[in-house]
DNA sequence: GCAATCTTGGAATGGTTGTTCCAAGATTGC
DNA sequence: GCAATCTTGGAACAACCATTCCAAGATTGC
């Protein structure tokens, strides 16, 4: 009996994702979400609560829709440092050019603009990406060495925390404008500081 | 004949870098700086200009007087890896344990916090910031070089430029609450791949 | 001590914030 | 087509925002 939404809330989560991940949750009002996403402001909270809930929900289907999606090929792949190569160069590009280009990562985005206050929602859906992130990177650097593609004696552990912190330090760069050059030259001489001697020389 | 100031306007700025390092610009109210500092509306008004001045004036003095300093020593510092190890040591323990614990690098906050719009200013002093840790970093690399703690055929410049994006990356997750122990591992991982083979075996 | 000149406190302003509320509209099962 | 039930648009709201303004106060050179 009852009526059905006139919107797919999907879609316009998704928009939303788009407004918080560029702008900002802070500086992001209500009023503009209802201008982009052109559902009313009954609609919005009637689906998604208030503001600190809609954020949240797009935080979340961030990571679920561009964060997971590029973790889970990572740790699939089983070429070892190709696809970290591969990972960040798809990262550096998606981060300087296309549709999101100096959009940064709102993930990344989401740490520096944590209230000191209970943001304890937003802090386990951050460590949860990091997880995320290192657990693929520690996978794909096993590929690595399984390939023997690593050098001797290297802490697996402590290389994958070092990348994924790399991960970030690239995607707060790039939305200060960083060119995509610096940021390859910068993950390059990472990477090549993972394999022998011998292949540098 | 005119009035002079009743109060110290380093210092009051000393106070207001610490409120838009701790809590963010955009959800700092003029209000709250107000109630911090002790000083009338008018007067920081007067002294600082708008909202915009304020945060771009208090950036640039936490700049001054936090990063400069800590960059300058690792610039001048002799001891090649040690001088490195040493800074990323003290940058863990600022952002874990002290007064400053858990508020991030106030650089590396605004990388987050920077509008799509005209903020033009702000990036200047970001890539300045930047510029700074690289160069401080190429010239610790540099000692290291000097003194044999480096493998053969590293990438000098791209080795800066990975330390410096990775000390952004430890900057963000400590705002979320990484544990020092993890943060050290990521480095000591980053700096021991720098080394030789022979001393990991 | 005087007058000139800047600073200061605090009220006032107009705009924006997030949120709520309700009448009007749309969709359902029967 | 009917009533029940949810959704929708848009007005209304109080709280807060950054900024301005002015009378009152403080400090200076003389």
Redesign the interface.
Known sequence: MPDVKHFDPDAVLDQVVRLFW???A??TGIAEVVAETGISRSSLYATFGGKRDLYLAALRGYVERHSRPVFDRLAADERGLPAIAGFFGGLIAARCTGEHA?W?CMV?????????AEDDDV?QV??AH?DGLCTAMRAALRAAGRRGQL?????L???A??L???????N??S????SPA??T??????L???T??EE??
Chains 1, 2 share one sequence.
């Open positions: 560029r702008r900002g802070a500086s100096r940064g990344s985005n989401a740490h520096a603009s944590l209230d000191g802090k951050l460590d990091h050098r001797p004696g290297l802490a552990e402590g290389a925390q070092t994924a912190l790399l991960a970030y330090g690239v707060l760069r939305r200060a404008g960083a610096a940021l030259a910068a993950v390059e001489a990472a090549a500081s993972l022998p001697d540098n020389r």
